[in-house]
């Protein structure tokens, strides 16, 4: 049983350059979820969606963008990659009652 | 708006010793409330979760949380504590639907174990 999957796990990027983190599910949760965590900060909500085709901003998603075409997958685009964008990126989908997590990437911008 | 303080960053407690984890919330309506911990390098896993009845909530790994409305509190505790629960635990508050739920989380709280 796979849960919430994450590509890649590490990553290091250039400022300027971008990239997707990808992250699929296997449990047909309608909600999904894309956190940041920076140390002592705890997770911040990027971005979300309650369904295929349909996203929302959360709390930090200047820099960021997603999409959300079927049901397992949601990517995470960051198009011009800033050192303020390292950092943790966590994916999640929900049941009503609980969030499940993937394991992580952690991308650093240099 | 929602909010959640979790007022230790660091804890250091003994093996076996009691432990109790703080957290406040503020939330405009009645709140669902739920504490995670993360291992070193891994995501999130639910410890347990409180949306109605009884304030005391059991979990998974021995902890137990209790409601307290009128101090909007949510507080974590387990009483012997073992060099596996060294990690970091967040408290978070959010609505609940039919399809999901929407988190508000801590800034979370480092444990430390000594032996």
């Known amino acids: 049983n796979a849960g919430v999957t994450q590509t890649p796990k590490f990553r290091i990027l250039k400022i300027g350059q971008s990239m997707t983190l990808q992250c699929t599910q296997d449990?047909?949760?309608?909600?999904m979820y894309w956190y940041r965590q920076d140390p002592g900060m705890g997770l911040k909500l990027i971005y979300y969606?309650?369904?295929?085709?349909?996203?929302d901003k959360g709390e930090v998603p200047n820099g960021y963008n997603v999409s959300r075409s079927t049901t397992e997958d949601f990517p995470l685009r960051l198009e011009l990659a800033a050192p303020s964008q390292t950092s943790v990126y966590f994916c999640?989908?929900?049941?009503?009652?609980?969030?499940?997590f993937g394991p992580g990437t952690r991308l650093t911008v240099t | 708006a929602q909010s959640v303080t979790q007022p230790d960053i660091h804890i250091t407690v003994s093996e076996g010793a009691s432990l109790e984890l703080r957290c406040n919330y503020s939330?405009?309506?009645?709140?669902?409330l739920f504490w995670y911990v993360q291992s070193p390098g891994q995501g999130l896993q639910l410890l347990l979760k409180?949306?109605?009845?009884?304030?005391l909530v059991q979990g998974i790994k021995g902890f137990e949380a209790e409601f307290k409305r009128s101090q909007s509190s949510f507080n974590l505790r387990k009483p012997s504590v073992h060099w596996s629960d060294a990690a970091e635990y967040f408290c978070?508050?959010?609505?609940?639907?039919?399809?999901?739920?929407?988190?508000?989380f801590g800034a979370g709280t480092i444990l430390r174990v000594k032996s």
């Open positions: 999640a989908s929900s049941s009503p009652y609980e969030q499940y």
């Open positions: 449990m047909n949760h309608n909600y």
């Open positions: 969606s309650v369904g295929a085709g349909i996203t």
């Open positions: 939330y405009g309506a009645t709140p669902y």
């Open positions: 409180y949306f109605s009845g009884d304030t």
């Open positions: 978070a508050v959010g609505r609940v639907t039919e399809y999901g739920n929407k988190l508000v």
